[in-house]
């Protein structure tokens, strides 16, 4: 067998990060060799306890958990926290008792650092939540570009409307700045954007299917998906639910379940616009220089296999 692929998770825990925790750990195509965890879903405290319990539920209390920023990259401390979408403990308001292990006492970046210095080229970093992490580990280790391997991101709305408000999708708007250093950074950048994700929906027939398998995996996401479905009845309108995180995931571990252009992205900071993401496709070459002249381009996803995807999800939740 080939060797598997590394994979280092960013999270926020987080309903849909809780499902492509799990996924990830079932695919038997990625080893997962540590989460890192982020505000977004919840503050990150949260988010850390969270993880370790995601580890603990599943069996593999082995990978290390590193705790990232309290603060965006510019230490802004008012965040926005997504709670009314994940309820406020993250996880569907289950009041999990507290996990019993600890995070290690290396920080996110300085994890991330590390790991793509002892495996240059092999590790897959996968985004899940504000980029904060990934543009700490990019400013403080002018070698962390080159050692990552690829940077494959839920982030941004291509053409499409945001998610937090016309212009800006949550993770982006998270924290604009750090996504911005993201996307010039010359690192190899995957983005998952909402205009993807937004095909890729769980059912309310596939939860049903979920919910009557014994799979330990399945049995405990529809424990926590009630607040995440309501949500989305409320906002959207639809029968199901996004799979914005596990979506994520499976392009780390089949990029052919997804097709991308490239081109230079930028992120807009400031104004009624903030967290917006501006995609050039290098087709016109303009007279004037431009903010997006002479920056190192990156992959947006444009099209996805959502059937196969949704059935990688239900296959590898429900044999566990
Ligand atoms: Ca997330």
Redesign the pocket.
Known sequence: MAERKKIIID??P?I??AMAIFLALQSPEVEVIGLTTIF??VYTTLATRNALHLLEIAGRTDIPVAEGSHVTITKGTKLRIADFVHGTDGLGNQNFPPPKGKQIDQSAADFLIQQAALYPGEVTVVA??PLTNIALAIQSDPSFVKNVGQIVL?GGAFSVNGNVNPASEA?IFGDPDAADIVFTSGADVLAIGINVTHQVVLTDADREKLAKSSGKFAQYICKILDVYYSYHHDAYSTKGVYL??PTTVLAAVDPSLITYVEGVVRVQTVGITRGLTLFYNKQKRFAEVTEWSDLPTVKVAVTVDASRMVELVMERLMHS
Do not use: I, R
Request: proline share 0%; net charge negative; no cysteine.
């Open positions: 999270t926020d987080g849909d990060d977004g879903n899940l939540g839920l993770n914005h995180d």
